[in-house]
């Protein structure tokens, strides 16, 4: 049953008369003045408003935090769901449960539930973030993978943030640099190009010629250079969405130690909630494999898999590759001998935060004055080839 907003005119046995507003379902609204005793005088029904778009990983990870702390506090899941539901305000995540209250009736796992519910809204939830709740439902502990899934979710999430305002900045400069080439360009230039005729031009110097000609041409072409433009973004769109670009950057030098760092925080952190749960290291490293990484990591992790399985030891097996440093082998080797390998995952993880975040400001300290030296040598040429040409009037006159 859809929820609904009504408002409402009751009377309380006392004899006070009351004005309010609910939400929720009809039946759920019959119950609410069953239980007050409040006499119905008068009531009109809206539908709620919901706010359209996609659930994105944002609303997955307030869900799992509601879920969390509701079911924490001893509240079934099914009413937990029910509850959290009635404040969703977006169409799509408010379906998303709709179908997950649903599929729990019906006798599925949540994880299977929650996973399938995702599907349904063309949401693919990754096989890790699922593993953890997997893990919890085999030991019958929900809210413990609904904790791991939520610091998995949060580390995501910061990582994405730290990205976004590193870029910030750069992006920023880089689309203001666009609109002044466009401004002189399509504004300027064509208004040097007015003060010859095609004879004169003819006459000038060749960078003058070449210039004042490239902007008359584009002044008279403008909506087939601008749609052009557009249409060269949208196909770049559209290649990128094919692209694996991750893997297509790790094999530039400048990017390779970038990503490594990233795709380890990302794994140390996962191994770290898995371990905490209770999870055995060599099942850890089986649902690593599985996660959507660099193949070279990927390949790392599946042969840790199978040599744990002979007996070997994890640092052992790290340290015959140049994937992961040496101090981290240490550091892991340190935590085997300790029994305490997922403190040091967790300490690891965010140590490669911290690098990759130092490696991604000297990233940038490069190419912000990359992005300005550029421009300034477009620009220097724009103004040396208008310089010419008007110190050219008086002899081509």
Sequence with gaps: MKEVEIHYIAIYPTGEEIKALYVGTLEEFSEFIKENELTLVDFSIKKAQLKKGKVNLDDILVLVEELHYLIGSGVHVDNALRSINKGVKKESLHLVIEEMINLLKEGNLFSVSFSKALKKENIELDKLSLSFIESAEEIGNLQLGLKQLLDYLKFKKKIRQDVKQALAYPLFLLGMSILVILFI????????????????????????????????????????????????????????????????????????????????????????????????????????????????????????YNGLKKGKKLSDLFSITKLVPSNDVSLISAGENSANLAEVFDSLAKKKVELYSLEIKKLLSFLEPAIIVVLGLFIALIVTALMLAVMSITDIG
């Design 185 to 304: 360009v399509f504004v300027i230039v064509p208004k040097f190009t007015q003060m010859f005729t095609p004879q004169e031009m003819e006459k000038l110097p060749a960078i003058s010629s070449f210039v004042l000609n490239a902007g008359e041409f584009l002044k008279e072409n403008f909506f087939f250079v601008v749609i052009s433009i557009f249409s060269l973004f949208f196909l770049l769109y559209l290649l990128g969405q094919k692209i694996k670009w991750i893997e297509l950057l790790s094999k530039l030098p400048i990017f390779n130690t970038i990503i490594i760092n990233l795709q380890l925080s990302i794994v140390y952190s996962a191994l770290s909630k898995m371990l905490e749960g209770g999870m055995e290291l060599d099942r850890a490293l089986a649902k690593i494999a599985k996660m959507n990484i660099l193949k070279e990591l990927k390949a790392l992790f599946t042969n840790a």
